[in-house]
């Protein structure tokens, strides 16, 4: 029988597929920050406007015998701050995820100055010249706006421009906390442990007496942010027992701390205030905040909030002493309370919306563009010398025979005498 050869089909082997690089994690928008954001402004905005009563004169009572009802409630407005702080922490630590320490620090300057150099000077021009402004704030020097540009005039003890600027010092720290990490890179398990070391120095500062670890470390507003950090790991890595362990314990801490903020804000409104309500409304922030990382918001989907969640700075930064200006103002035409409250906020809300989209748009796509152009904010390595620097540095006259090389029988001229001190001998 004669041999057939028949076709071999050769199987090719088998090729393991190479798993891609993983790259950055993509999330559709969260709207509901936004939100949240515009929530915790309208609460601080009620809390100067209807809640503080330290200003009768604004007006021409107090907020607590004119709106007993709206006073009551803005009593407690001030605790859009600690909201204001949980999202900064979530936020700070989610756009700064994968980003080299240049856009970290690039990224801060552009998001906070430009509105606030627009806010320093409209607030300035209100509180110089408005014949509406209130009695007791006296008129702004130009060293005073001057050394407000830099949003350093609390550690340098100059008065603020706006009283509400002072939050923006505690927001500048927590900046430069968070900057150790963002140095060297950010990873699950440095940021948590980030969160832990905060957390054990914002504990033991009370204990120390030290001003110096009390202006670091922030024992009252430590625990708001070190819960909005560990809420972006649960938003990123998704919960685990050991991050809503230091969300709960962050709480227990902010709840503790209230005992102490509420001194102040207890004096602004004239009456105490009540630590149950102060408790559940911090656990409902928490809660919210919570309900955010875990994707249970994922359906807010509305447009309109990027635009609002936009106008949340502007207002926060011009609301109070331009607020009250206004106030008083439509006190003097005689408007009610109610409507005036309505009308005001409407003036703000159109004014923050202008600085937004004419000011800190373009100047913070201007600031961005001056960044780019400069490939390294520092050098790696010392700059070359200018020839011409050592000479000009040294004031000294230099004697022109020291210039001219070799005398003509070889000497060299460094060898002959100094005629400056020729003479003395």
């Known amino acids: 029988m004669p041999f057939v050869t028949l076709p071999v089909r050769l199987r090719r082997p088998a090729v393991t597929p190479v798993p891609a690089a993983p790259g950055p994690v993509r999330r559709q928008r969260l709207y509901v920050i936004d939100a949240l954001r515009l929530i915790a402004a309208l609460g601080v905005v009620l809390f100067h406007w209807t809640g503080v009563d330290r200003h009768p004169e604004v007006w021409g009572s107090t907020p607590r015998h004119l709106m007993p009802g709206l006073h009551r409630f803005g009593a407690y407005g001030w605790m859009g701050v600690q909201l204001f702080f949980l999202i900064s922490g ?20 552009v998001r906070l100055y430009p509105a606030y150099w627009v806010g320093i000077l409209l607030t300035a021009l209100v509180v ?63 940021v948590l442990a980030f969160c832990g070391i905060w ?148 003036v703000l809300l159109l004014l923050s919306w202008s600085v937004h989209r004419f000011a800190e748009r373009p100047l913070s796509a201007r600031l961005q563009r001056l960044f780019d152009g400069r490939p390294r904010l520092l050098p790696r390595t010392d700059p070359p010398v200018v020839p011409r620097a050592a000479a000009e540095a040294d004031h000294r006259p230099v004697a022109p025979e020291l210039l001219l090389g070799p005398t003509p029988d070889g000497i060299s001229r460094d060898r002959l005498p100094d005629p400056r001190t020729a003479d003395r001998r």
């Open 90 to 109: 979530f936020v700070i630590c989610m756009s700064c995820w994968g980003k080299t320490p240049r856009q970290y620090f690039v990224s801060r300057v």
């Open 128 to 190: 110089n010249h408005a014949s509406t402004v209130r009695s007791d704030r006296h008129p702004l020097s130009i060293s005073e706006i001057l050394t407000n540009l830099t949003m350093l005039e609390r550690p340098l003890g100059v008065t603020e421009v706006d009283g509400v600027y002072w939050t923006l010092w505690i927001e500048l720290r927590f900046y430069l906390l968070f900057a150790v990490v963002a140095v060297l890179g950010l990873t699950y398990r440095r």
């Open 199 to 346: 957390t054990i120095l914002a504990v033991i500062t009370p204990s120390t007496g030290s001003k110096l670890m009390d202006v670091v470390f922030m024992p009252q507003d430590a625990p708001y942010f070190v819960a909005g950090v560990a809420m972006y790991l649960i938003y990123r890595f998704g919960v685990s027992p050991l991050l809503l362990g230091v969300v709960g314990f962050s709480w227990l801490l902010a709840q503790n701390r209230l005992h102490i903020t509420v001194g102040g804000y207890e004096w602004e409104v004239g009456h105490p205030l009540s630590w149950p309500v102060m408790a559940v409304i911090s656990g409902v922030a928490f809660l919210t905040m919570l309900a955010v990382a875990t994707g249970k918001f994922g359906w807010v989907r509305w447009k309109w909030l990027t635009v609002a969640g936009a106008l949340t700075y502007p207002l926060y930064l011009l609301h109070q002493e331009i607020g009250w200006a206004l106030i008083r103002y439509g006190r003097d035409l005689h408007v009610r309370p109610e409507p005036l409250l309505l009308i005001c906020l409407a």
